[in-house]
């Protein structure tokens, strides 16, 4: 006679962004999401929040996509990666700390990284710009 085994949630470290995993009955664990489905979520989030000319900040928005918020910087990249070579804006303008209403500093580089224009421009300008195309990008036809 064998137990039913019943699935459980744990959190496995890894090198990579944290991540929740079923465990099978051979104890292996599962990803329930993936890498990219967290991508394509947090893009379609803010996509939304674009839409309504807004801004989210990181705590809302790992809890969206359950990342905690010190983790969302990976996906940002990601998303803005992914942006930048399809000549989109860069979603990620528009996730702001509660402290400073901003996005972190890593936003800044990177920004300047995909987009040489961004190079010479001070943050809030960088910024600014790159909010604007967001909000027109979102804004319906």
């Known amino acids: ?14 090198t990579t962004p944290h991540h929740n995993y079923t465990v099978d009955s051979a104890g292996v664990p599962m990803p329930e999401t993936f890498e990219m489905d967290r991508v394509d979520r947090i893009a379609d989030i803010l996509y939304g ?20 918020p010190n983790h969302l910087g990976y996906f940002l990249e990601q998303v803005s990666i992914r942006a930048a070579d399809q000549e989109a804006p860069l979603w990620s303008a528009l996730v702001v700390s509660k402290d400073s209403g901003r996005p972190s500093e890593g936003f800044y580089g990177l ?7 961004y190079r010479g421009l001070d943050e809030s300008t960088l910024w600014h710009q790159e909010r604007q195309r967001c909000y027109e990008a979102a804004r319906p036809a």
């Open 1 to 14: 006679m064998s137990a039913a085994v019943r699935p459980v949630t744990v959190s496995v470290a890894t």
């Open 49 to 68: 929040v674009a839409s309504g000319g807004g801004l989210i900040q990181y705590v809302p928005l790992g809890r969206r996509v359950g990342v905690q």
């Open 111 to 117: 920004a300047r990284r995909l987009r040489s224009e």
